[in-house]
């Protein structure tokens, strides 16, 4: 039998990791609880799970260190255009979206024309500023975006949207849908013909519980 297994990544901590785990387990593969170890292994499946930061992988997909990733699609748009998109996985659905203080009067995208934009995915809205013909100012900043214009750091933001708690709290507005996003299966361009054997095996599953699931 080969020894040949499978490298898969999933977030290590936040939204998506607890959904990707309970796909694996619903297709039938038990991990051995690595939560602690940032590798862990299937016993019945030959699967190996890299524990890691979300805007980590689409890097290691285009290296080729990990063949295959659980992953945000928004995440894919903003650093991994050139990593290939599997089946769409149902969960953590969200949008990428533009938000500015409940307090301002917005009628079109031209009001944000000249004006700064705190986010965590620039080359997203770079993109939809460009198509719009807008040049704002972006301030990159990794989390907690949706403080920004509270403290005076931008005058709008653009983050993912869930339930849009995290803006209500902030007193925010949601004014454009840049992108609707959901966990994928991404593939690396550098899979090796044995993994995609395997790869093949997973998917068929995936699948299964997918269909068992609508
Ligand atoms: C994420 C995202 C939004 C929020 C959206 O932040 O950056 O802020 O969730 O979800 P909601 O619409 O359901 O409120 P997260 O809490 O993961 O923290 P971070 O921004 O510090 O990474
Ligand atoms: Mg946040």
Do not use: W
Not at 21 to 36: F, P, R, V, Y
Not at 187 to 197: C, W
Not at 199 to 205: A, D, G, S, Y
């Amino acid at each position: 039998m080969s020894k040949e297994k499978l490298r898969i990544a999933v977030q290590k901590s936040g939204r998506l990791n607890e959904d990707s785990l309970k796909i694996l387990k619903d297709a039938g593969i038990s991990i051995d609880n690595g939560k602690e170890q940032l590798k862990a292994s299937s016993r019945n499946f030959p699967l190996e799970v890299l524990y890691l930061r979300n805007g980590d992988i689409p890097q290691y997909l285009r290296d080729g260190v990990v063949d295959v990733a659980i992953i945000g699609e928004n995440v894919l748009i903003e650093k991994g255009q050139d990593i290939i998109h599997a089946e769409k996985l149902g969960f953590s659905k969200c949008r990428v979206s533009l938000a500015v203080p409940k307090s301002l009067k917005y009628t079109d995208i031209n009001d944000l024309d000249g004006k700064k934009i705190a986010t965590s995915y620039p080359n997203t809205v770079n993109a939809f500023l460009e198509k719009k013909g807008i040049s704002a100012e972006l301030h990159i900043i990794n989390g907690s975006v949706e403080i920004a214009p509270n403290i005076g750091l931008a005058d709008a933001i653009c983050d993912i949207v869930s339930s849009g708690s995290t803006l209500f709290k902030n007193n925010l507005k949601e004014v454009e849908v840049m992108l609707k996003s959901e966990a994928v299966l991404a593939i690396s361009p550098k899979i090796s013909s044995d993994r995609k054997e395997i790869l093949e095996k997973l998917q068929f599953r995936l699948k299964s519980v997918l269909n068992a699931r609508t």
